[in-house]
């Protein structure tokens, strides 16, 4: 699929949704894709990609950002408090916020640095303990002391388990922003995108389709 066709599909689900046109962020998820590849979308015009280890992000993106302009570069993996300031220095947002931890860290590092990407807050939906991310029950009192520390918390991200229905779990996303004033959900990949956009999606995670199968694990 071409990006060209994920950006029409895009549309065509905001049409559907009664959502105003140009709501919905496409994230074009890099990770470990050649340079070649995304060198190729750069070129097509796209300019928000996600990375998930801030090493690799670290590695490329600094260069693509002297050779085209207005490149924004969203963080959607797990983030270890010790890469904490590496990715803030890169990062336009940062999506896994998941811990108190981690929020005490960023918030000390948003005073030296002077900025703070936007964040986005992770739960757990499926509750599942092999993943990352605060459970539901916990998610009001976690947004509530991130927002004490003065983080910019735009919104919630989830990654739905794989073997149940997504859009019960981008609903369930939709209602906790909702009942904390945060309008950002970033929600919805390859195989979803369409179901979390019709749920209020405003940041949708894209790669397989854009980029073909990753290269490497």
Request: charged content about 25%.
């Given at each position: 699929m071409?990006?060209?066709?994920?950006?029409?599909?895009?549309?065509?689900a905001?049409?559907?949704?009664?959502?105003?046109?140009g709501?919905?962020?496409?994230?074009?998820?890099?990770?470990?894709?050649?340079?070649?590849?995304?060198?190729?979308?750069?070129?097509?015009?796209?300019?928000?990609?996600?990375?998930?280890?801030v090493?690799e992000?670290?590695?490329?993106?600094?260069?693509?950002?002297?050779?085209?302009?207005?490149?924004?570069?969203?963080?959607?993996?797990?983030?270890?408090?010790?890469?904490?300031?590496?990715?803030?220095?890169?990062?336009?947002?940062?999506?896994?916020?998941?811990?108190?931890?981690?929020?005490?860290?960023?918030?000390?590092?948003?005073?030296?640095?002077?900025r703070?990407?936007?964040?986005?807050?992770?739960?757990?939906?499926?509750?599942?303990e092999?993943?990352?991310?605060?459970?539901?029950r916990?998610?009001?009192?976690?947004?509530?002391?991130?927002?004490?520390?003065?983080?910019?918390?735009?919104?919630?991200?989830?990654?739905?388990?794989?073997?149940?229905?997504?859009a019960?779990?981008?609903?369930?996303?939709?209602?906790?922003?909702?009942?904390?004033?945060?309008?950002?959900?970033s929600?919805?990949m390859?195989?979803?995108?369409?179901?979390?956009?019709?749920?209020?999606?405003?940041h949708?995670?894209?790669?397989?389709?854009?980029?073909?199968?990753?290269?490497?694990?």
């Open positions: 071409t990006l060209r066709e994920i950006t029409t599909k895009i549309a065509k905001e049409e559907r949704a009664g959502r105003e046109a709501s919905v962020t496409l994230i074009a998820v890099s990770k470990v894709q050649p340079d070649a590849r995304v060198v190729d979308v750069l070129e097509e015009g796209h300019r928000v990609f996600g990375e998930n280890k090493q992000a670290a590695g490329k993106w600094p260069d693509f950002r002297t050779r085209f302009d207005g490149v924004q570069l969203h963080l959607i993996g797990p983030l270890q408090t010790n890469k904490a300031r590496q990715a803030m220095e890169l990062a336009d947002a940062i999506h896994t916020l998941d811990r108190p931890k981690l929020a005490k860290t960023l918030a000390r590092l948003a005073q030296e640095l002077g703070c990407p936007d964040l986005f807050i992770q739960v757990n939906t499926g509750e599942e092999q993943k990352a991310g605060v459970f539901p916990d998610a009001d009192g976690f947004i509530a002391e991130c927002q004490a520390l003065d983080l910019p918390v735009r919104g919630l991200m989830c990654i739905p388990p794989v073997d149940e229905e997504a019960l779990h981008f609903a369930l996303l939709s209602k906790i922003a909702a009942r904390n004033g945060l309008s950002g959900l929600m919805g390859s195989s979803d995108f369409e179901k979390a956009i019709a749920l209020g999606a405003t949708v995670r894209v790669g397989s389709a854009i980029f073909g199968e990753r290269v490497a694990g």
